[in-house]
């Protein structure tokens, strides 16, 4: 299987703060990565695809890159509803994986 | 718009069979692969599998032989059986769909695929306890 590493796994911020997560992938994985947000008691909400492209409806300030096996999400500046927690999946092969999460929480 | 509801027991006893169902509304059902995710408490999302509306499946080795995953047409709902199950089981169970994109990558390699889970369902918790 594939395994997907995030760093950190906590990350405290504040409002206003640039914030970028890591994401690397024990294999190459091309560009098939998606991130996403999730709320406690909440499903996953999808925020990238395609390791970058911007899902329809999610803010501007949130963006994305890579390819490979090194992905970077980044939140140009944090805003009170972007305290959460933070997935990468990929799905370029089978069984698809997930990160262990990255949350991001108040300082 | 595509929506998901599960529903099942909230409740399964050890060994027995765990069954969900998935509810599928809106349009875009045969462009489709519908996953089933889990997610003990406190821990990170697992993906089980996923079935396409013509009953191909592809599941995560990690559950071996336990899982079967199935579409019901004539219902529009998915449904998750996982047999034997454990207290590792007790878990919030996703469903979720991801869209068939044609790709065609710089290799020359194209064809169809399934892409990230862009609609999810509330989730429902199953406690797995005698």
């Known amino acids: 299987d594939i395994q997907m590493t995030q760093s950190p796994s906590t990350l405290s911020t504040s409002v206003g703060d640039r914030v970028t997560i890591t994401c690397r992938a024990s294999?190459?994985?091309?560009?098939?990565l998606a991130w996403y947000q999730q709320k406690p008691g909440k499903a996953p909400k999808l925020l990238i695809y395609e390791a970058s492209s911007l899902e329809s409806g999610v803010p501007s300030r949130f963006s994305a890159s890579g390819s490979g096996t090194e992905f970077t999400l980044t939140i140009s500046s944090l805003q009170p509803d972007d305290f959460a927690t933070y997935y990468c999946q990929q799905y370029n092969t089978y069984p698809w994986t997930f990160g262990q999460g990255t949350k991001v929480e108040v300082k | 718009q595509v929506q998901l509801q599960e529903s099942g027991p909230g409740l399964v006893k050890p060994s027995e069979t765990l069954s969900l169902t998935c509810a599928v509304s809106g349009d875009s059902i045969s462009n489709y692969y519908w996953s089933w995710i889990r997610q003990p408490p406190g821990k990170a999302l697992e993906w089980i599998g996923h079935v396409y509306h013509s009953g191909g499946t592809k599941y995560n080795p990690f559950f071996e032989s336990r899982v079967t995953i199935s579409f019901d047409t004539s219902k529009n709902q998915f449904a998750l059986k996982v047999s034997s199950v454990t207290g590792a089981d007790t878990a919030v169970y996703f469903c979720?769909?991801?869209?068939?994109?044609?790709?065609?990558?710089?290799?020359?390699?194209?064809?169809?695929?399934?892409?990230?889970?862009?609609?999810w369902g509330r989730g429902t918790t199953v406690t797995v306890s005698s």
């Open positions: 294999q190459r994985i091309s560009s098939w």
């Open positions: 979720a769909g991801s869209p068939r994109r044609f790709y065609y990558d710089t290799s020359g390699e194209h064809g169809y695929m399934a892409s990230s889970m862009d609609v």
